[in-house]
């Protein structure tokens, strides 16, 4: 269970209230907001606010730009165009806040992008859950041969289940432990009275990577893209992609426009560097270009085959 | 005038439409929404967009302070008491976006505020508007002799006569010379066929520093309330200072309990040194205390005299 | 003249004088420091200080990417790795500071690269030179036909000669008012004892955007990195862009591996999108492919053919 | 053991060379390079590269604040008005690199100050070192009865030795584990050859938060002194206190002048808010005032006696 008893009435109650605005408002975000996206074994992802939408791109981008963009049939063609452009600053206009609930593991890939709010559940003030991430059975990956910071297969029968119980064991262990020194349990009372019990501060550090944390993160759509374009994409571990996964969600309801462009111009896109782009040009025109040839590293050309889908030429 | 009829209009078409939200929502600020503030002869500042409000910091701040501070009747205290122990993150959740039109010379003072997003009409696109800044008479300054970034006394007569008409003459001539170079009127409309008209890019480096810019510019509460701290502050130049007084009015509307905790504990707070804590801890143990003896240098008495309120000491 | 003689003795006095340390050093970039590459009539370029070279970054990517990667003759690829695959943070453990002398409204484009250190040179505590740009001939270019934010053909006969004269005249006449309403002489003499002159604060304001500020501007090599692909490229204005390829003179000399990897990756490279990059592939899978059929706006398709090299095809 | 013999080694070879350099240098901060001061049971900073001195934020002021401000005489005058008035960005014209070795929670504290450079050790790629940081027994510290942050009465007898048994038996036994699932000794050496062993970046989820990473941090040194304020002071943890109390003895040595400006007047600083003066003006002014007559709350009392070191008054 990713949500207690307490948190799925308070989001019941905050969805029951509406207000009146004169804001921009989306009807589709409005659907989802305060709902949470079940992430991994018990977090969790959702949208808790945002400001702007795919029209105030294109207002931020009218005023940059200035008269002459005016017919409202372009709106898709501006975004896209600023998208392709990396005009990045009218995306910058639209903010959301999400309420996420992730192992701390993950949280310290997360947090190194910086230009975003972040409020974390501190465990200098208080007593984390007994909750932590064990990875199911398909995502119990050996280390990749070939790739230093990559998965390869999936581990199977006695080293797969011995994985399991040790991580389940070691967090479960460790956090009873946590516990035992604060002398308090999850609602902060007293366990054995004759104990003065640990600094909360200092027991923390007992706890491991898997624990749970979870906190409010606020940015732009701009910030945002990039946060997606590093963390939705293949190469990103998998335990931050599902929820890069589950943000794309909410902004393709956000802001439909842009989430396209995003698609499109960004996380399908590839980047030719100048040699790359000249072999392209010589193979359009009819050449035959092998490695050798290239001028490429091997690494690169194995890059360049991949990136045109002739895997078998490398 | 600082507002076309066009803009008047699309204004009250934007605040005749209301939609539902389910975001949390504030009905003082949304009386305001999107209505211009004048400021100087042509500025304006008007909000087009907010998030959050009061309940949002310190739903923050819970997050991270964690259970203990749940008393609803607290929310008022727990803002003062971050407000005051410079816990800066939980105002960081609220976020506002204004229009501003404004003076390049203040532009330029207030895009050194970096944790900002900015859209500024372009004049490499699109040609300014024939308006400049020109100050009225009791704003018309000499240069302080005491202190080398302020003003002295108002100027008076055939001084402050020739310096408005200067000031006039000069910023009309070279936005004539504008539209001639760029050979096309306000609207774009080509002026003499028989000339090319130089690039807009290059004719506005014409124009002078009081010609008006606009631009939206966004940024969170924390950034916002560091912003008016220097920006609505005495020392500030009166120019910036009454935009930073129209936006502190929107503040008070939209999160009037940070708002107060920032008069207090920021706008009408004083910072004492080490050494001057120190003097006055001798002085209220009842010892008479003059600059000489005080190990302060002289101007940093006279400032101390003048925080405590006892400029004659000096 | 872009220094003046005092200016010039300062900057010999300092390039005489030699410390020992133990820091990372770059004799080739140690040959150039503090001196001044003129850029347009009367600004320039000049690096004051640095920190790191190549070898920092490298540094620093193995603190993050770990042991095996120590092989010394593996820097060169490992910084093209790094650059190709944006991973950003090793780039940004080098600095770099420059003072640099520019006319205000190319100082207005480049403020908008938020992430630098900025110290200006400030018109309200002093009086600015009297120095404004006036475009060479060549560079006194049309309004671009097509678009909107370039430059066309060069102006020529006596449209060249109005527009010379226009800038040339209203910045100096402008500048002659300014000192007159200060009543002070560019060294802070009083001029007219019988009167009080404008505050600087306020006088300011009837320069023109051709005048010459300056500034120090320290950022990091990846940011760096940014304001030169934005503003070293074509499409960048004609003023900014040559300050840009005097900055990259600097980078040469002081990270010629990071450098190179810089225009291969980013400078020489370009970005096909998720459809671009199907469309090549149809290509060299030899189909026959034009517009119509390729899914792409006329003007997307004419900015791939334009990649491609095949400006014939649209 | 804070340092390999192999990293010892390392130092004392970059210690031992010597560049020839135009830069602004500073031999006592040179005399501590690469050198690594003990933090904690394995930790350490050390500087690793510097760019700057007391006379560059002078010379950034002086280019801001102009002439007139040349006195050699008064460089220490200006830069104490500097940080008196929180003229920040000349601050910013000085940078400096650490190299640290700290536990991953006092990392997670770090990491909140954004606006600095970083690499980190990745434990996605590399497999971190068999240490973790066990408290001294006098930090061994109960939670604070009064305070929800802090830590009260160091523990004792049996309650002591138990915390210290649990710290150090599941910090080894759960990277024993870690070692066991990656199926690899430290050195990246196969185990059993029979095993695929778990991927680096999901076994990483087994290491408590007592583990030591390390990283390249760099930063300018306004930031630093903001961070600084916050970490060397009474209220911060002991254990991120003492990494800011190594790096202040560097800041010490680097930039004499500015840090003591920054004890005098922002460590050993207080601030008054609007009320809180109003009554130090009554107090000195012979006036008896009470915490009931104040208008203060209990709380906002308390600090203001303590402040004014009459703890007794309350």
């Known amino acids: ?148 910071q990559g998965r390869g297969a999936v581990l199977e029968g006695a080293e797969a289940a011995r994985v399991l119980d040790l991580l389940r064991e070691d967090a479960t262990r460790n956090y009873d432990h946590y516990v035992e020194m604060l002398n308090e349990d999850e609602q902060g009372q007293k366990l054995d009275p004759g104990r003065q019990g640990l600094a909360r501060e200092l027991g923390r550090m007992n706890l491991t990577l898997n624990a749970y944390t979870q906190w409010y993160w606020k940015t732009d759509l701009h910030n945002l893209f990039h946060f997606l374009s590093l963390r939705a994409d293949a190469h990103a571990q998998y335990e931050i992609r599902v929820y890069a996964e589950a943000m794309m969600a909410s902004v393709e309801a956000w802001v439909p426009i842009a989430a396209g462009a995003f698609r499109d111009y960004r996380l399908g896109a590839v980047t030719l560097s100048a040699q790359m782009l000249g072999l392209v040009q010589r193979m359009l025109a009819g050449e035959a270009v092998g490695q050798a040839e290239s001028g490429l590293s091997k690494r690169e050309w194995r890059e360049l085959m991949q990136v045109l889908g002739r895997g078998d030429d490398a």
Chains 1, 2, 3, 4 share one sequence.
């Not at 409005?30 to 977090?43: N, Q, R, S, W």
């Not at 452009?85 to 192992?103: D, G």
């Not at 190194?112 to 398909?138: C, G, K, M, Q, W």
Request: charged share 25%; with cysteine; hydrophobic share 40%.
């Open 1 to 148: 269970m990713t949500l207690t008893a307490e948190q799925t009435q308070e989001i019941e109650a905050a969805r029951g209230v509406r207000h009146e605005t004169r804001r921009p408002t989306v009807p589709a975000l409005e659907d989802m907001l305060f709902t949470a996206t079940p992430v991994l074994d018990h977090g969790f992802v959702r949208v808790v606010d945002y400001m702007g939408d795919d029209a105030a791109i294109v207002q931020a981008a009218r005023v940059s730009y200035g008269r002459g963009t005016r017919a409202v049939s372009e709106d898709r063609g501006l975004i896209r165009y600023l998208m392709r452009h990396r005009h990045s600053t009218p995306f910058e206009m639209c903010e959301i806040k999400y309420h996420v609930k992730l192992p701390i593991f993950v949280a310290r890939q997360w947090i190194r992008h910086r230009t975003a709010n972040v409020n974390e559940y501190s465990a200098r003030y208080s007593i984390l859950d007994r909750e932590f991430y064990i990875p199911s059975p398909d995502q119990l990956s050996a280390q990749s041969a070939v790739n230093r």
